[in-house]
């Protein structure tokens, strides 16, 4: 069955500290991969996304990540955190196929707790 | 453009009751999506649309659950009898054509049944 894997329930780290949040995928083929962040009472943003090409994509609010297909890996990276980006960070994949569109699976989401 | 709405953002009810919630996604999107996301998990998909077409739907969405988009703009997600399981955050998103299904979601309806 085509999942999502986060490993990390939740993960702190000091304000102006590196991040890196774990995605793993199984599907029978590449998938499309996305990452977005979830906010208290806010709706689910898009931070980037990864269809082809270049492994290493860049997004929204300096968030970069790194597709790895030999270890099936999407994994989100931030130089230097900072006291806003305390959300929750939910991978996402689906399938692609005859141009149609799928409904995303996500992981279950990485609580990111920042300390001052 | 604002983006995509979802209407009420919070609905209370009683077990055994019916509730609807109504989507209104980006005007130029054809797809529409509509996810449930329960305490400490992530979104997981319930059916989708492609204009008024309903072409998937997952095992979650049980005979209880309806959802429709008529007119293949606005979509609705009826619940019918509704059950305390049925407690969560209905998320909507939409996507364009030919954008490697990228979608924005709205703010989410928050369904409490006591």
């Known amino acids: 069955a085509q999942s999502v894997t986060q490993p990390d329930i939740h993960i702190t780290v000091s304000e102006g500290a590196s991040l890196e949040l774990r995605c793993n995928y199984s599907y029978g083929a590449t998938p499309y991969l996305f990452w977005y962040v979830q906010s208290p009472g806010q709706g689910l943003q898009l931070l980037l996304k990864?269809?082809?090409?270049?492994?290493l994509v860049q997004g929204i609010k300096g968030f970069e990540a790194e597709f790895k297909r030999s270890q099936s890996s999407f994994n989100l990276r931030k130089p230097s955190v900072h006291w806003s980006d305390a959300a929750e960070y939910f991978c996402?994949?689906?399938?692609?196929?005859?141009?149609?569109?799928?409904?995303?699976?996500f992981g279950k989401g990485t609580h990111l707790i920042i300390q001052p | 453009d604002t983006g995509v709405s979802q209407n009420p953002r919070h609905k209370i009810t009683k077990r055994g009751q019916n509730v609807t919630f109504r989507c209104d996604p980006i005007?130029?999107?054809?797809?529409l999506y509509w996810y449930r996301q329960t305490l400490g998990q992530g979104p997981e998909f319930l059916t989708y649309f492609q204009n008024e077409a309903q072409l998937e739907k997952s095992r979650l969405l049980s005979d209880r659950f309806s959802a429709e988009r008529p007119k293949g703009s606005f979509s609705t997600l009826e619940i019918q009898r509704t059950e305390q399981g049925d407690s969560a955050m209905y998320l909507c998103?939409?996507?364009?054509?030919?954008?490697?299904?990228?979608?924005?979601f709205g703010p989410g309806t928050r369904l409490t049944v006591l």
């Open positions: 998103a939409s996507s364009g054509q030919d954008t490697h299904n990228e979608q924005f």
């Open positions: 990864y269809f082809s090409g270049d492994t």
């Open positions: 996402a994949a689906c399938t692609h196929s005859g141009g149609g569109a799928d409904g995303l699976t």
């Open positions: 005007s130029e999107h054809n797809r």
